[in-house]
């Protein structure tokens, strides 16, 4: 009997010191074979896949060890896709972590206002690490993939300074663009002024295109609007030479109202001066 409480007390003391240990390990740096080791987890990676995905990237443990850890935890199922990177000094709780959270690697990309469509693809195609998934498709396509099918590409996506995860299309970076320029133009249509000579949300983001190109000034966004407020309002010409520049022939005859035929760009701000604008007397 006494040996069997021996053997009992062995078998604990050997458990205890092997959580001791494991729960030491657990706090302890991993040895990485590069200054910081980058892994892009996809969308239903098991648990043990990323584990291995993680030894494979550079960190020089053993995967069935990180694997246990993450099921041991109670959170491998709360693991999320996205890019990561860890550091010297990153230790399996750490890594464990960082995935929990989501907390990814991001990248940005910049589009600037009054930029062309045309513009935008070109600084997405060079933008780090983001997936070129519309580089075979026309303007008509891009749009159809964003559920926009017909509606011209130019001045509906919002200019701005774009974060996104490492590995995502461009098109997912299009696609807060062009939600966020509806969100800013339906809003300042909703707020225009009463008796606007404008038919359309459309007009009114032409017109913003067009006092945009002719100053780039927030403060004389208002006046050069009124400006053309007025001028349309009895009918005259614009009369401004953005007219000739957006618009796709040779011809240089002004027109004398927004069309479809300009192009516009994007400047949210320049359309909500544009709507908010009352026509002063001629």
């Not at 996506?157 to 995502?168: E, I, K, L, N, Q």
């Not at 800013?184 to 983001?205: F, Q």
């Not at 309002?233 to 927004?258: C, E, K, N």
């Amino acid at each position: 009997m006494g040996w069997l409480l021996s053997l009992l007390l062995l078998a604990l003391g050997l458990a205890g010191a092997g959580a001791g240990a494991a729960w030491w390990w657990l706090d302890q740096p991993l040895a990485l074979d590069k200054p910081a080791v980058e892994l892009s987890v996809e969308p239903g990676s098991t648990p043990q896949q990323v584990a291995q995905a993680w030894v494979v990237a550079g960190v020089a443990t053993d995967a069935r060890l990180l694997y246990q850890w993450f099921r041991w935890s109670g959170q491998a199922r709360q693991i999320r896709a996205g890019s990561y990177e860890i550091h010297q000094g990153a230790t399996p709780r750490d890594l464990l972590n960082k995935m929990v959270r989501g907390d990814e690697v991001l990248e940005v990309v910049r589009l600037i206002e009054g930029w062309t469509f045309r513009q935008f693809r070109a600084a997405l195609a060079k933008a780090p690490a983001l997936k070129p998934a519309t580089a075979g498709m026309s303007e008509a396509q891009i749009m159809a993939a964003l559920g926009a099918p017909g509606m011209p590409a130019e001045g509906r996506f919002f200019p701005d300074t774009y974060a996104y995860s490492r590995g995502v299309s461009d098109l997912t970076v299009l696609k807060r663009a062009h939600a966020a320029m509806a969100r800013r133009l339906e809003s300042a249509w909703a707020g225009r002024a009463d008796g606007l000579p404008l038919k359309s949300l459309d007009e009114a983001l032409i017109l913003a295109s067009i006092v945009e190109k002719e100053t780039g000034a927030a403060a004389d966004r208002g006046l050069v609007a009124s400006v053309f407020i007025n001028r349309l309002r009895i009918g005259m010409p614009l009369q401004t030479d953005p007219t000739v520049i957006y618009g796709p022939s040779s011809r240089r005859r002004p027109a004398r109202r927004p069309t479809a035929a300009w192009w516009p760009r994007s400047s949210s701000t320049a359309c909500a001066s544009a709507c908010r604008c009352r026509p002063t007397r001629p």
